[in-house]
């Protein structure tokens, strides 16, 4: 019988990895991105360097441009043929995926033309399957014939041969006013509250500048900045004023347009009267420093902040005063109107949090959080590097100027181009390169990011799942890991349907590293076609549109009114208007149905973020956002009735004020003046891929899933399919895995089945023999020697003859087998292993040979057990001589007990025996012994009903032929076209249908037989195929013994460490244990005997046994009687102290005890013994 | 010792016989010696498996011990199993398992050559003795859609990849490795005696009466379409998960059908891997289980226990 499956693929050409892809397009598109116009536009963002020649009145003005990324390609000397560089070869070859990185600088003296001159930057690393990638765009057939896997999803960098990907770090959300209240705020200065409102402000270039706005106690209010790692803090009106040129008046009604006396605290009304007295005293502040006009105010900022700034020494107040506005001042809008009026925003919500009109925003919840790309964080990092390097190019001018005098022509480019090019420009790429090496930054600025280090991490393939949520994992920030408090790792409902609430692990960084869901995605700069898109337009259209509808433009001098007659329309933290508060519904529905429609020019994941009208909850206003990196799902319009184009992507700002609804039909409890507007698709979008894997979560105890989720990312599986051209430290693989009969929809979607990790085991529940208790199982014999979880590990020895050693004969090594030395079957005359060849531990398997010193140096294999050796490849770069092997040794690891092993319903448990297949209970019908035993114990506790129905359904399957669809919350999904629909009244009861038709027990019992006694067991017993999964815990990587062996040189106790045959401690608490026992003869042993056993001679005059020592016996000429050795001399111990050897005496002691003995007659402290015979103490 | 002898004298009645399936019945005697008979088809009996296998090239994309597990899990003809010896106490070659008495030698040698992936299959194995081959299903029309006489598929290889390797086979048993294993599947169920309260049938409506009938999974019961009754069909389909019973409990009626299992009678099924006949294991089984109970009626510790369990110890050694 040929059964296909869900997923199955013939071959290569209908191979679909769209869905999968899909998963890590967050990662891919912003490093595209970055490429294809991010550099560009952050170059713009580097201010071109002045240097102005010390005697003469020339400048010289150097900006960048053209920045230009290639392809990775191979070094090749002489020759100008291009070599395509392939990510296999750097994994081998243990080299970085890089493409030159170059750019055009350009000079200008004095207005003069420009000159354009290209710089090298050096190797810049590359994402794989971005668009510089060699892989990108080729087929799963082509893909294979470059030795990747045939669904190589990419997304991650090749350093030094180890795969790294960038870890996605939330940030707080970019360009929108958020009101904090933190206890720090109040240490800040005297007289500052513990409350302000604070806006990350992110520029096009992806560089960002936090502002916050204090609150003081005496009404006023701070705008407090950071300049290079130090806080300034400026009284809001200065900023105000000098912004644009205004009247206090202005300022005045702006800032209490938010109250009227008419909706005094009605709903939505978020002005009081105390916001007139606060706008007072900050005019009055102003007034008091007598700064009148704008330009006063300029000049003050100015005067304050001209020796603070950088580059700008010899400037005019005023324009020192423009750049502290322009950098450091709400820095994602370039308008100062603008800038005037987010800040009276700003102050107006900041009165309305101190007035408890509105309520403070939580800045973990998901909705006030966005997400940091690996193409943002390079970009800005980036962006440093250059500038710190176009400084450093300009001390280095200026220094060449001094030295040199006359001699140095700065008149001449080319002299100007040789001073820079020293300068070290291919450090910018190895900068970039070791930050992705290390996952940290090396910054003066800090970025306006919170962590140095951790930002990137290894992609490991123990196993596909492992792989892949590498790319969905989205971690709170390293900050937040060491903070006492739990809230920061709770689970809030606003993050419902972006992160996973299943995935995420146990113990210390629980909460904190959290998974997408499976439906989540990250907006970027490209729309669905794959253009990038072009902000102002979309910027312009929405204007349009909201003008359209009836908004009215904020324009200069025109005062902005608050709610709750209006409410304020924000354009990615621009306020470009206000819409009446009885027409927002509309508008809002309108902007949806727009944004949903292919043909508007609204992106489709514009976040349309209505906080409407409330008593006293969260701060109203129409906030519209379409920059990148937030997060979005898509659910489904309820109001657009169109089958198919009713998908709408939204975002998790406006997701808290939307209804949404479950697809069961019903309207979840929903009052009728609330009807749902929206839908959603599927209830396991909430989950992540590999929370979407169990299958029916929905019947397990949710804890059980969130194990299920650690241990399916450490089982055994197929890792790789292309074991053969990689050369990983360590990969794990799963000889005959199979695909689950039982499984979820995700399987096929994601295509799981590329990467089995388990095996259908047939699992009897039953106690049996006791080797079964306590999560133990047994496994039979005969099915492991059948090959059932049959696996092993590879692991691979990379020799490189370059860089070993440090010493300076390094070049004359070569890899030769010594021609002198005693054979050695294992090693070829090349110096290598053959292939295939079995390499027992402590033998060696690799020969090197000096020819300078004339000396072999040989690699011994570590470890306990017998490898083989399975592949070696060999550096053949060079053509004199091999200066760089991989060895890849396989180390069989087929089940023996001890090993671990799990279902996929966090049922973990050792295998306790390997029990013979004749004794093991069998079916008196089929004759079928189960291959697996577990103890009915590890169920009620744990109510894993999955696990029960599992077995039943996959048992019905595998009668049936068919694979079993195991998608949880299926009564959640309204059925309109299931033919199952009418007849599933209970899963059970469609399962158990199943097997009384093939003649089976309803319930997946059966009547079983005792192995060793052949009598019919007592108990009808449930048995059935569960998908079990082989965990990578395996007792050969674990077991320690010793019995004697090495020891520490000072204290002579056993050293500790498994890989140095250390011993395990005994310790205080073993101690205590046993003397609770009273085992007095087995702590002797222990803690002396087999420790650091030492016999001492102790003089008993003086008690010291520090002072005996060992008369050397003098050397008379040897008595020899009757040809008989010598009898031995006895040994003659004689004190120092009293010059006699009378009294010595023998005493069995710690070692450590002598050792103490000495450590305080160090310190001149003498140590006494008393000795007795133990009778008259 | 002059009491009645406990002895019984088993009887075997077959009912279907193939080359590797049979259906028998043994009677007359009782679980411990079904059981034992069961357990030594499976894990005594032993057949001819390939044990060493040396690797001469191999290019394929499974690594030698896959390969070498593979080639051992192959079931090979062994009605010479019998005879042959183990190659541990083989006196003609001191044990090193290499001569003809304890060892048939095989070899492989295949490359692909073609664009076509070549799949290496049991067939290929050349076996230096004609006794002991690959068994061989492609004979058996009942297996036509599986194979096209391909045999048992070993690795498959694409252009340029080859194998060449040395097989030793040996004689083993089930108990050492699952490959040397003869039988597929052995069972045996008691034969189910079953009766019908007929009085208390007859106060059952047909309705039911159906649902009665319905209520079993497998076909035991099934009613008469003449006189209405219902009758016991098939009464080795029940499985003793007493579903009926339980039913007619629930029904209100307990009592409605009684069964019990005669401890005496045992209906086995057996399957063969095709190493040796069905037939030919059963009588190697009871070959064997005879060598084993002489084993210990011979043995030092048996006289000893004799003269310890008296009559019991004599019962022992077959008095």
């Known amino acids: 019988m040929v059964i296909k499956k869900p997923g199955h693929r013939s071959s290569l050409d209908d191979a679909n990895f769209d869905a999968l892809r899909d998963l890590l397009k967050p990662h891919i598109e912003s490093f595209d991105h970055m490429i294809d116009a991010g550099l560009k536009t952050m170059f713009i963002g580097i201010k071109p360097l002045e240097v102005p020649h010390p005697t003469q009145p020339t400048t010289l003005k150097i900006s960048m441009d053209n920045p230009k990324i290639f392809e990775p390609q191979k070094e090749r000397g002489f020759s100008k043929s291009r070599n395509i560089l392939y990510p296999f070869e750097c994994r081998q070859a243990k080299i970085s995926y890089t493409g030159t990185f170059t750019a055009e600088l350009c000079f200008q003296y004095d207005n003069g033309p420009i000159v354009r001159e290209k710089f090298n930057f050096g190797q810049f690393p590359i994402m794989l399957q971005s668009k510089l990638c060699n892989l990108r765009g080729a087929s799963p057939k082509k893909l294979v014939s470059y030795k990747e896997e045939a669904s190589e999803v990419g997304g991650y960098f090749i350093l030094n041969g180890l795969e790294r990907v960038m870890r996605l770090l939330i940030m707080p959300k970019r360009n929108y006013p958020m009101s904090t209240v933190r206890s720090s705020f109040s240490e800040r200065r005297e007289g500052y509250t513990d409350k302000a409102v604070v806006i990350r402000c992110v520029r096009a270039d992806q560089t960002s500048v936090s502002i916050k706005l204090y609150y003081l106690r005496n009404g006023s209010a701070r705008l407090g900045f950071w300049i290079l790692g130090r806080e300034y803090m400026l009284p809001v009106g200065i900023v105000l004023k000098a912004l644009i040129d205004t009247t206090d008046r202005e300022i005045y009604v702006n800032l209490t347009s938010c109250y009227n006396e008419k909706y005094e605290k009605g709903k939505g009304a978020v002005g009081t009267q105390l916001v007139g007295e606060r706008a007072k005293i900050i005019l009055d502040e102003v007034r008091d420093l007598s700064l009148f006009t704008r330009l006063q105010c300029l000049q003050y900022i100015g005067e304050h902040f001209q020796p603070i700034l950088q580059g700008l020494k010899n400037e005019s107040h005023h324009i020192v005063a423009d750049a502290v506005l322009r950098d450091y001042i709400l820095v994602h809008l370039d308008n100062n109107f603008d800038k005037f009026n987010l800040l009276i925003f700003m102050l107006q919500k900041l009165f309305s949090l101190i007035d408890q009109t509105s309520v403070p925003d939580n800045p973990d919840s998901l909705q006030n959080q966005e997400v940091l790309l690996p193409g943002h964080l390079i970009t800005l990092y980036l962006k440093e590097k250059l500038e710190e390097w176009l400084q450093k190019g300009k001390r280095l001018l200026l220094d060449e100027i001094e030295k040199k005098g006359a001699t140095f022509e700065f008149g001449r480019i080319a002299d100007v181009k040789k001073v820079l090019e020293k300068n070290h420009t291919k450090g910018i790429s190895t900068a970039i390169e070791n930050m992705l090496k290390t996952g940290r930054l090396v910054t003066t600025t800090g970025l306006d990011l919170h962590q140095r280090a951790g930002y990137t991490v290894q992609a490991e393939r123990i196993n596909f799942l492992r792989f892949i949520s590498h790319f969905r994992a989205v971690h709170r920030g390293s900050s937040f890991a060491g903070l006492r408090t739990t809230t920061v790792r709770k689970l809030l409902p606003e993050s419902w349907g972006f992160l996973c609430p299943v995935h995420t692990p146990d113990g210390e960084p629980c909460g904190l590293l959290n998974h997408m869901t499976r439906t989540c995605r990250v907006t970027s700069f490209y729309d669905s076609e794959g253009n990038i898109k072009d902000y102002f337009k979309i910027k312009l259209s929405i204007l349009n549109i909201l003008v359209e509808i009836g908004m009215t433009q904020s324009l200069p001098k025109i005062f902005l009114p608050g709610p709750p007659e209006v409410l304020t329309v924000l354009l990615d933290g621009c306020i470009v208007g206000f819409i009446p508060s009885t027409e927002v519904e509309k508008v809002v529905a309108h902007i949806r149905e727009l944004k949903v429609s292919s043909a508007a020019v609204i992106p489709n994941d514009m976040e349309v973020g209505y906080v409407p009208l409330s008593m006293g909850g969260a701060y109203p206003g129409l906030y519209l956002f379409t920059s990148p990196s937030r997060f979005v799902r898509p659910v489904r319009n309820l109001s657009i009735p169109s089958t198919n184009e009713n998908v709408e992507l939204i975002g998790p700002f406006e997701q808290v004020f939307m209804e949404i609804r479950c697809p069961d039909g019903g309207d979840g409890g929903r009052k009728s003046p609330f009807p749902a507007t929206h839908e959603e698709i599927h209830p396991t979008g909430m989950l992540s891929v590999v929370g979407n894997l169990t299958p029916w979560s929905d019947h397990n105890q949710s804890p059980r899933n969130m194990y299920q989720c650690q241990m399916a990312k450490q089982t055994m599986g197929f890792s790789s399919q292309t074991i053969q051209h990689r050369a990983d430290q360590k990969l794990y693989h799963l000889q005959t895995p199979q695909t689950p009969i039982v499984r979820t929809r995700a399987y096929s979607e994601y295509s799981i089945d590329e990467y089995p990790s388990g095996t259908n085991a047939i699992v009897a529940v039953l106690a049996y023999t006791g080797y079964d208790m306590e999560d133990a199982m047994i496994l039979n014999k005969s099915s492991v020697e059948r090959g059932m979880f049959h696996g092993q590990i590879y692991q691979t020895e990379t020799i490189d003859l370059t860089e070993k050693g440090g010493k300076s004969d390094q070049s004359a090594r070569v890899f030769r087998k010594s021609k002198l030395d005693k054979p050695c079957p294992s090693i070829d005359s090349d110096g290598l292993p053959h292939v295939g060849q079995m390499i027992w531990p402590d033998e060696p398997y690799c020969s090197t040979y000096n020819e300078v010193t004339n000396k072999t140096y040989l690699f011994k294999k570590k470890g306990s057990e017998p490898v083989y050796v399975d592949y070696v490849a060999v550096d053949t770069k060079t053509k004199k001589n091999l200066n760089k092997v991989n060895i890849r040794f396989r180390h069989p690891r087929n089940p023996v007990i001890g090993d671990k092993f799990s279902s996929r319903h966090g049922q973990k448990g050792v295998c306790s025996q390997l029990w013979p297949d004749i004794d093991m209970p069998f079916s008196g019908t089929t004759g079928m012994r189960p291959d697996l035993i577990i103890n009915p114990h590890a169920f009620p506790s744990r109510m894993t009903i999955a696990m029960l129905l599992e077995s039943v359904a996959a048992k019905g399957g595998s009668l049936h032929g068919k694979f079993k669809d195991a998608t949880p919350f299926r009564s959640s999904v309204k059925k309109d076209d299931e033919e199952s629909g009418s007849k599933s009244a209970s899963l059970v009861d469609e399962l158990g249908v199943m097997l009384k038709e093939k003649g089976f027990n309803y319930h997946g019992c059966e009547v079983l037989y005792s192995g060793v006694y052949g009598t019919e067991l007592t108990c009808e017993i449930f048995i059935g195929p569960v998908y079990y999964q082989r965990l990578r815990h395996m007792v050969s990587d674990k077991y320690q013994v010793r019995s004697t062996g090495t020891i520490d040189q000072v204290t002579r106790q056993p050293i500790k460490g498994r890989k140095r045959g250390g011993g395990i401690r005994f310790g205080e608490m073993e101690r205590d244990s046993l003397l609770a026992h009273g085992a007095a003869y087995l702590l002797h042993d222990r803690l002396h005997t087999c420790s650091d056993y030492h016999i001492a001679d102790v003089c008993s005059i003086c008690g010291s046994m520090l002072t005996t020592t060992f008369q050397q016996p003098r050397k008379r000429p040897v008595r020899e009687i009757g040809g008989l050795p010598p009898a031995r001399a006895p040994r003659k111990v004689t004190c120092h102290a009293c010059q006699s050897s009378k009294g010595m005496e023998k005493v069995a002691m710690p070692y450590i005890f002598r050792y103490l003995a000495a450590e305080l007659a160090a310190m001149n402290i003498k140590m006494t013994l008393k000795l007795t015979d133990g009778v008259d103490i | ?319």
């Open chain 2, 1 to 319: 010792m002059e009491g009645a002898s406990y002895a019984r004298m088993p009887r075997v009645k077959i009912r279907e016989l193939k080359d590797d399936y049979m259906k028998f019945e043994l009677r007359d005697t009782d679980a411990s010696v079904a059981n034992a008979l069961r357990r030594v088809m499976i894990s005594e009996v032993p057949t001819i498996a390939i044990d060493l296998v040396e690797i001469e090239v191999n290019s394929s994309v499974l690594n030698d011990e896959f390969i070498a597990h593979r080639l051992g899990l192959i079931p090979l003809t062994s009605e010479r199993a019998m005879a042959m010896r183990f190659s541990r106490d083989c006196d003609a070659c001191d044990g090193d398992g290499q001569c003809e008495y304890c060892s048939v030698e095989f070899h492989l040698r295949v490359k692909c050559i073609t664009d076509q992936t070549l799949d290496v299959t049991s067939k290929d194995l050349y076996s230096s003795d004609h006794t002991v081959v690959p068994v061989d299903f492609s004979a058996d029309p009942s297996s036509l859609e599986s194979s096209d006489g391909r045999g048992i598929i070993i690795v498959k290889l694409r252009r340029g990849q080859e194998l060449r390797l040395r097989a030793i086979a040996r004689k083993g048993i089930g108990k050492d490795h699952a490959k040397w294993s003869p039988a597929a599947t052995v069972t045996f169920m008691y034969e189910p005696d079953i009766h019908i309260n007929e009085d208390l049938m007859e106060s059952l409506t047909l309705e039911e009466k159906r649902e009665w009938v319905d209520s079993s999974p497998t076909r035991v019961f099934d009613i008469d379409p003449v006189t209405q009754q219902v009758m016991v069909v098939d009464p080795e389909a029940y499985s003793y998960d007493d579903e009926v019973i339980k039913k007619a409990e629930a029904m209100g009626k307990p009592g409605l059908v009684e069964i019990t299992a005669k401890q005496d009678s045992f209906i086995f099924t057996v399957e063969s891997t095709g190493a040796v006949k069905a037939s030919q294991l059963l009588l190697n089984a009871i070959e064997i289980l005879k060598q084993k109970l002489d084993a210990v009626r011979l043995s030092e510790d048996t006289v000893e226990a004799d003269d310890q369990f008296g009559e019991l110890g004599a019962h022992m050694r077959g008095g």
